[in-house]
């Protein structure tokens, strides 16, 4: 069975930092492109950030380019998700997604992380 | 690239059907065929429904089924079901190698 657990959420205040964790399990996660996508209180879903098999091709929405880094570690199957100068705007749940296919489908979902931004 | 335009509600009576439409642009929805729904329950995690326009993942119910027509997608649940009430979002995969989604559509099962 597919497993996708995320780590790392807490309340931060604007201007900080935080990193966000995704343990994967019941898969070879070292084969799939992973994702990170969040949904502010109340909102929609936001895609934010794809990262390829090896870490050499990461894609993001503009809103986070140069503040968030999505990495990961297969040796672990870990992803990580590195959020500085964080924003009232970043307030969100974070899930981690498995990617699925060349059109990049989210077929599996962690049950999502909590992010608060707020003095 | 901005959100894809979906309507904020629909309904629909147990045993009708309802659709659901997306539209983007020629940079996303009518750009290729990676068009993608998901159902979101409240408090729950999204659960992929419909991927590649059409095309539903094992275990997802034949009452649901997707289509295109140039830059609108479209998500069709036949034999509404009350746990079919939920939220309903659409992706598309973009020129740019980037993911948008719609701005979501609650269903009300009445």
């Known amino acids: 069975e597919v497993q996708l657990v995320e780590s790392g959420g807490g309340l931060v205040q604007p201007g900080g930092s935080l990193r966000l964790s995704c343990t994967a399990s019941?898969?070879?996660?070292?084969?799939?492109?992973m994702s990170w996508v969040r949904q502010a209180p109340g909102k929609g879903l936001e895609w934010v950030a794809n990262?390829?098999?090896?870490?050499?091709?990461?894609f993001y929405v503009d809103s986070v380019k140069g503040r968030f880094t999505i990495s990961r570690d297969n040796a672990k199957n870990s992803l990580y998700l590195q959020m500085n100068s964080l924003r009232g705007e970043d307030t969100a749940v974070y899930y981690c997604?498995?990617?699925?296919?060349?059109?990049?489908?989210?077929?599996?979902w962690g049950q999502g992380s909590l992010v608060t931004v707020s003095s | 690239h901005s959100a894809l335009t979906q309507p904020a509600s629909v309904s629909g009576s147990p045993g009708q059907s309802i659709t659901i439409s997306c539209t983007g642009t020629?940079?996303?929805?009518?750009?290729?065929?990676?068009v993608s729904w998901y159902q979101q329950h409240p408090g729950k995690a999204p659960k992929l429904m419909i991927y590649?326009?059409?095309n539903r993942p094992s275990g997802v119910s034949n009452r649901f089924s997707g289509s295109k027509s140039g830059n609108t997608a479209s998500l069709t649940i036949s034999g509404l079901q009350a746990e079919d009430e939920a939220d309903y979002y659409c992706?598309?995969?973009?020129?740019?190698?980037?993911?948008?989604f719609g701005g979501g559509t609650k269903l009300t099962v009445l």
């Open positions: 997604a498995r990617i699925y296919g060349p059109g990049s489908y989210f077929d599996s």
């Open positions: 019941g898969f070879i996660f070292r084969t799939y492109w």
């Open positions: 990262i390829q098999q090896d870490g050499s091709d990461k």
């Open positions: 020629s940079s996303d929805v009518g750009g290729h065929n990676y």
């Open positions: 590649d326009v059409s």
């Open positions: 992706s598309s995969y973009t020129i740019s190698s980037t993911v948008v």
